[in-house]
């Protein structure tokens, strides 16, 4: 158990639909980390925030967004699904930001668009 | 952006043996990490790198951060049954004015034990 907790763990919904997926990082993360796992990509980074405020941005579609709350957990929105946004979504969480701090994974939501 | 080229794709080996993959990158990376996911579950780290050329062990895990920075190595030695599973390299990236980007990841190697 890495600490980091993900809900919920598995998604169905349809396409044109917004769905919200929440992350809790390890106690004292002050960094989350958002990736999609897919067949065909892989795990791809999203977008990171660091203490509230985002610091890093990837492949992330303009249909996405994410926050991070005073308490430090973080929402993923994901909004107009389409078929091709079924994957896995994980959420990390690291001490601090820099390549030197170590990420933990958690568990995982499952999304399907159908 | 940048790729990870990871190989084998798939090893097929017999419980006992040595387990050896890598992956290359075109440009440098400022850490080099290995992952490992079992099926229904999160990447779960199992060495990080920080300085090229640096070799590190985890139990029966050794990995190494390549002195270009481009490669990092993973071997396990006398493979066991729970050492099935799908291996990740990672790479990171410094980002000007401070912070990093995010992971950068291989395709993965599926690990099969044969019995």
């Known amino acids: 158990d890495s600490g980091v907790t993900q809900t919920p763990k598995h998604l169905i919904t349809a396409t044109g639909q917004r769905v919200t997926l929440r992350c809790s990082p390890r106690?004292?993360?002050?960094?989350v980390y958002w990736y999609q796992q897919s067949l065909d990509q892989g795990l791809q980074f999203l977008i990171q925030?660091?203490?509230?405020?985002?610091?890093a941005k990837g492949n992330i579609l303009e249909r996405f967004s994410a926050q991070q709350f005073p308490d430090l957990h973080s929402e993923l929105n994901l909004s107009s699904l389409e078929l091709g946004d079924s994957a896995l979504y994980f959420c990390a969480s690291s001490v601090g930001t820099g390549v030197y701090y170590e990420q933990y994974f958690g568990p995982g939501t499952r999304l399907t668009v159908t | 952006g940048q790729q990870l080229n990871q190989s084998p794709q798939s090893m097929f080996i017999q419980e006992g043996e040595d387990v050896s993959m890598n992956c290359t990158s075109s440009s440098i990376f400022n850490t080099w990490l290995w992952y490992k996911q079992e099926p229904g579950e999160g990447p779960v780290l199992l060495i990080a790198?920080?300085?090229?050329?640096e070799l590190t062990s985890n139990g029966r895990l050794t990995a190494q951060f390549g002195i270009t920075r481009k490669d990092s190595f993973l071997n396990i030695s006398a493979s066991i049954p729970s050492d099935v599973g799908i291996y990740f390299c990672a790479g990171q990236l410094r980002k000007s004015g401070g912070g990093a980007d995010g992971l950068t990841f291989g395709k993965g190697t599926h690990l099969i034990i044969q019995p």
């Open positions: 790198l920080y300085k090229a050329g």
């Open positions: 925030y660091y203490n509230g405020e985002e610091r």
């Open positions: 106690s004292g993360d002050l960094s």
